[in-house]
């Protein structure tokens, strides 16, 4: 039996974006170390970065779930509750298991708008132990809210709680 997983406190800097990068990974890593559950797991992180990424509406997961993306736990608007691999941003992240960093979603084929006030997007795929287990979405008002920096950093965090989602 699992005892109550403290909240984790952290300092997070805000002010210089690779660091701000790394306090999350150590901070979501920590709410991760020991909790056996992905779900609980998906919905602390989340909650992590909705708190301390600024310029959001939306940031949350979609699992793998018999060949199509399922919504996860989630902050924002409610969401696309399944998306088909290969279709918009999600499912092209985890059909060709790279990053997708759309600066202005308009200009992505087939982009499925599940909020209309989304103007950019960056979506991570997980995976572990060569196995997909879902993607990691960030959506912005903003278009150019994420640049390169930003998805690198995100997936060095998708990769280090990879185990912890993977179930």
């Not at 992180?45 to 301390?52: C, D, F, G, S």
């Not at 308009?106 to 993607?135: K, N, Y």
């Amino acid at each position: 039996m699992h005892g109550i997983t403290p909240i984790v406190t952290a300092s997070i800097a805000s002010d210089d974006k690779s660091q701000l990068y790394a306090d999350l990974r150590t901070a979501a890593g920590a709410l991760v170390s020991n909790e056996p559950d992905p779900i609980a797991n998906m919905a602390n992180v989340t909650a992590l970065i909705w708190h301390y990424l600024s310029d959001l509406n939306w940031a949350g997961f979609y699992r793998l779930v018999d060949g199509e993306l399922i919504l996860g736990p989630f902050q924002g608007r409610p969401a696309c509750t399944r998306i088909p691999l290969g279709a918009g941003v999600c499912g092209t992240a985890a059909a060709t298991r790279t990053t997708q960093c759309v600066h202005d979603v308009t200009t992505f084929p087939g982009h499925i708008a599940c909020d209309t006030a989304s103007a950019s997007e960056v979506v991570v795929p997980i995976i572990h132990e060569g196995r997909l287990i879902g993607v990691l979405d960030l959506d912005s008002p903003h278009i150019g809210r994420f640049d390169e920096a930003d998805a690198k950093d995100l997936e060095t965090l998708s990769a280090a709680i990879a185990p912890a989602l993977a179930g």
